[in-house]
């Protein structure tokens, strides 16, 4: 399993705007959310948590499917090729509306119904 460290750390404390996909009935799904939100709740070496707000069809789609692709890029991170660098995180991902990590969620976030909680099982630079 590859964790979060090095290079794709750098580029998880940096990045702006992160976009999750999720498989749905008959295309991908995509959503996104704010880079300062996965920093404020902490990004562990194998686990991402996200504010969840709506994500009603992400969640419908994880109860189907947990597969989950989260893209995050940041020009401040020195890229392989060019300025900035961006990785593909994929793993699993679940909602959560109760219990410790939701709470903690609720507490920063008082809008949100509960976390979206991704599991790193794999991490891709984009070259």
Not at 82 to 111: C, H, R
């Amino acid at each position: 399993m590859t964790k979060i460290e090095g290079s794709c750390r750098d580029v998880c404390d940096a990045t702006e705007f992160a976009t999750i996909i999720t498989n749905g009935d008959d295309a991908p799904h995509v959503v996104g959310n704010w880079g300062d939100c996965m920093r404020v709740l902490g990004i562990g070496a194998d686990q991402i948590v996200f504010p969840a707000g709506r994500y009603r069809q992400t969640e419908q789609n994880l109860a189907k499917n947990n597969r989950v692709q989260l893209l995050v890029a940041s020009k401040k991170v020195q890229g392989t090729r060019s300025p900035g660098q961006g990785y593909l995180i994929v793993g699993t991902a679940e909602i959560v509306d109760s219990g410790d990590v939701a709470d903690a969620v609720k507490s920063k976030f008082p809008w949100a119904r509960g976390a979206l909680v991704i599991h790193v099982e794999e991490v891709k630079a984009q070259l």
